[in-house]
């Protein structure tokens, strides 16, 4: 095999690759060998006819098969042997085939750009560990203190008040009439909150241990059964005990019995608590420190292709949102201004250019998806629609291409957290107001410039690093 770089101008490149018709027929010959005890033909015993018989049989159907591999193997090694990675599908033109012929063809490729090596420890970021202020950390105590509240019986006679727990049996109606699911039996509610049926617990104040008491109400709008909804229906109920709140102190033996050592140590687990709430926000503030670094630092040639593909998908992203903002049904009726276009191409740019980079770091760092861990990753994508783990591993079993798609989040993040761990981080301590200001500065566009990740499993491919738009916010 012969291979000649014919012009080289920027990230693109052709090849002319001339494959001897010596080295056809040396690949026909071997795969007749291969074939040659599985084929059956009349007249001799498996694995005893004559090559030429053979040839004369099958072999303009294993020409076709060898060429194609020909052409696979041939492009592959062509770019491999002149240190080319491709950035998108190469373009094969074949010049010259036949049986006695040499095969002539070229390839037109555009390339990934050379990029320099990423010296993680030079990176800097800002972690933030969210701390609750006084006023967080009281209403979490007293959260805790109501949901973990005791009650005692009430002496008989006594009526029930706001605050007390009312336990009853209930027979609903509508229109005089009975329906699925009308019928409860010790039903607690505490009087004052209004988390049963609206209205219906203060219907219930002054009621007595034993007494029978009718509440009339609406049954809610978001009610299971959509012919009751906003019915109004009639219950009757039996009221069955009555208990007042037991004053919860606050203090170290309550601490004891939400598992803490004392006061100040379950005081501390709360402040972790809330830190770790905001760790995705947080997270993604450092996230996006990184890759407005690594955006700054590297300046190269983006392959054209990339950005065609990127820049449609953004501007197509673009377009339903304005078509959500409008109402408007029809797709081609949207139309983007200048000022949409130039934004999508600046979008586009960075995405494509990041996604390069970030593909470049891991590929230095040795990093992979394993099967195990894109496995992970599905059955977690599939625990959040319960009732539909079936039809959702079906359709995954069906395209397991589809699988594959799961890989690129999983790389970049992968990816991430090795950055944050070679970074020189500074950590800075914010109260949950203190954060809101830094991020509200970045809320307008801060989707809109997020990166998604080319698949990694396709980095030493024909299609190594091509990016694709991830759903951006115009908010």
């Known amino acids: 095999m012969k291979v000649n770089v014919t012009t080289s101008k920027g990230l693109e490149t052709s090849l002319t690759v001339v494959v001897t018709k010596k080295e056809i027929q040396d690949k026909i010959d071997l795969r007749l060998d291969e074939v040659k005890g599985t084929v059956n033909l009349k007249g001799f015993r498996p694995g005893k006819a004559p090559k030429e018989l053979l040839k004369k049989q099958f072999g303009q159907a294993l020409y076709g098969e060898v060429i194609e591999k020909t052409l696979n193997d041939s492009t592959f090694k062509a770019l491999k042997d002149n240190n080319i990675k491709p950035a998108g599908q190469p373009k094969i033109d074949i010049k010259s085939s036949g049986e006695d012929k040499d095969l002539e063809f070229t390839i037109q490729v555009e390339k990934i750009p050379e990029i320099k090596s990423v010296k993680l420890d030079k990176i800097e970021i800002q972690k933030y560990e969210v701390k609750a202020d006084k006023k967080d950390l009281e209403n979490r105590l007293n959260q805790l203190a109501e949901s973990s509240k005791k009650y005692n019986d009430k002496e008989q006679g006594k009526t029930a008040e706001k605050n007390d727990l009312v336990e009853f049996n209930y027979e609903a109606t509508v229109d005089g009439k009975s329906f699925d699911g009308n019928k409860g039996e010790k039903l607690q509610i505490v009087l004052?909150?209004?988390?049963?049926?609206?209205?219906?617990?203060?219907?219930?104040?002054?009621?007595?241990?034993?007494?029978?008491?009718?509440?009339?109400?609406?049954?809610?709008?978001?009610?299971?059964?959509?012919?009751?909804?906003?019915?109004?229906?009639?219950?009757?109920?039996?009221?069955?005990?009555?208990?007042?709140?037991?004053?919860?102190?606050?203090?170290?033996?309550?601490?004891?019995?939400?598992?803490?050592?004392?006061?100040?140590?379950?005081?501390?687990?709360?402040?972790?608590?809330?830190?770790?709430?905001?760790?995705?926000?947080?997270?993604?503030?450092?996230?996006?420190?990184?890759?407005?670094?690594?955006?700054?630092?590297?300046?190269?040639?983006?392959?054209?292709?990339?950005?065609?593909?990127?820049?449609?998908?953004?501007?197509?992203?673009?377009?339903?949102?304005k078509m959500n903002e409008t109402g408007e049904k029809d797709h081609s009726k949207v139309k983007l201004d200048d000022k949409d276009r130039k934004e999508?191409?600046?979008?586009?740019?960075?995405?494509?250019?990041?996604?390069?980079?970030?593909?470049?770091?891991?590929?230095?760092?040795?990093?992979?998806?394993?099967?195990?861990?894109?496995?992970?990753?599905?059955?977690?994508?599939?625990?959040?629609?319960?009732?539909?783990?079936?039809?959702?591993?079906?359709?995954?079993?069906?395209?397991?291409?589809?699988?594959?798609?799961?890989?690129?989040?999983?790389?970049?993040?992968?990816?991430?957290?090795?950055?944050?761990?070679?970074?020189?981080?500074?950590?800075?301590?914010?109260?949950?107001?203190?954060?809101?200001?830094?991020?509200?500065?970045?809320?307008?566009?801060?989707?809109?410039?997020?990166?998604k990740t080319p698949d990694k499993s396709k980095a030493k491919t024909k299609t190594s690093t091509k990016s694709k738009a991830k759903k951006s916010s115009k908010k």
Not at 288 to 297: A, G, N, S, T, V
Not at 409 to 422: A, C, G, R, T
Request: one cysteine or more; charged letters at 40%; a positive charge.
């Open 344 to 451: 999508a191409k600046s979008i586009s740019e960075r995405r494509v250019k990041l996604a390069l980079v970030i593909n470049q770091i891991g590929e230095e760092n040795n990093i992979t998806v394993s099967p195990q861990e894109l496995q992970g990753e599905l059955e977690k994508q599939i625990r959040m629609y319960p009732g539909q783990e079936k039809v959702i591993r079906e359709y995954y079993q069906k395209k397991p291409s589809e699988l594959t798609k799961l890989r690129g989040p999983l790389f970049e993040d992968k990816v991430m957290n090795l950055i944050k761990e070679k970074a020189k981080a500074k950590i800075k301590t914010v109260t949950k107001d203190e954060l809101q200001k830094i991020i509200r500065p970045d809320e307008k566009k801060s989707e809109k410039a997020k990166l």
């Open 192 to 321: 004052g909150k209004d988390l049963f049926i609206k209205g219906f617990d203060e219907q219930l104040i002054g009621v007595k241990k034993g007494d029978e008491k009718i509440v009339n109400t609406t049954l809610p709008e978001n009610y299971p059964n959509k012919d009751l909804a906003n019915k109004k229906s009639e219950f009757k109920c039996k009221i069955t005990n009555i208990k007042f709140p037991k004053e919860q102190k606050i203090d170290d033996d309550f601490a004891k019995n939400m598992g803490a050592k004392d006061l100040n140590d379950l005081k501390s687990m709360i402040e972790k608590q809330i830190s770790r709430e905001f760790e995705n926000i947080t997270d993604q503030l450092v996230k996006k420190e990184i890759l407005d670094q690594l955006d700054k630092e590297f300046k190269m040639d983006l392959p054209k292709g990339m950005l065609e593909d990127e820049l449609k998908n953004v501007e197509h992203t673009f377009i339903h949102e």
